[in-house]
């Protein structure tokens, strides 16, 4: 059974960092498809980054040279760490896999079908 679990979100200052952390079950994170999504209310969810098996990596342009997704193997974690937050950051974000080891990029919240809880991540001005 899948199960994943977010932590690291909170409350920052704009300018700030927060490193989010998804603890995965029932997978290898490594060798398959992930992705950070992050939802406000009366939005529809939206990808913020996504890795795969191959290590290839995409971003939503607005998050691009300011968050990193990567892989903790040893704690078979899947990582984003954010740098330069700014108020429109804030957000509920999750941590989602569709179980096959290549993403085709850009990857959509539809295609995935095994989520986490979510974190909550607010940035003030």
């Known amino acids: 059974q899948v199960h994943l679990m977010e932590s690291g979100g909170g409350s920052v200052q704009a300018g700030g960092s927060l490193r989010l952390s998804c603890r995965v079950s029932g997978y290898t994170v490594s060798r398959v498809c992930m992705g950070w999504f992050r939802q406000v209310p009366g939005k529809e969810r939206e990808v913020v980054a996504g890795i795969d098996s191959l290590g290839r990596t995409n971003y939503t342009d607005s998050v691009k040279d300011r968050f990193t997704i990567s892989h903790d193997n040893t704690f078979n974690n899947l990582l984003l760490e954010m740098d330069s937050l700014k108020p429109e950051d804030t957000g509920m974000y999750y941590c989602?896999?569709?179980?096959?080891?290549?993403?085709?990029?850009?990857?959509?919240?539809?295609?995935?079908?095994?989520w986490g809880q979510g974190t909550q991540v607010t940035v003030s001005s």
């Open positions: 989602a896999t569709n179980g096959r080891s290549i993403c085709w990029f850009p990857v959509r919240a539809s295609e995935f079908n095994t």
